[in-house]
């Protein structure tokens, strides 16, 4: 994957949240949005 630099569209991805539901990036296209990836320490 190529590396992402200021300005750049994010590419689409699909995460699971911490209720076990997907979200895609897609959904939220146009609007600001903040992802926190936390390490699973177990």
Same mark, same amino acid.
């Given at each position: 994957?190529?590396?992402?630099k200021p300005?750049?569209?994010?590419?689409?991805?699909?995460?699971?949240?911490?209720? $076990?539901?997907? !979200?895609? =990036?897609?959904?939220? &296209? $146009?609007?600001? !949005?903040? =992802?926190?990836?936390? &390490?699973?320490?177990?």
């Open positions: 994957m190529p590396k992402i300005g750049d569209l994010a590419p689409d991805l699909t995460l699971t949240t911490l209720e $076990g539901q997907s !979200v895609a =990036l897609r959904d939220y &296209r $146009g609007r600001p !949005v903040l =992802l926190v990836f936390l &390490r699973h320490l177990g």
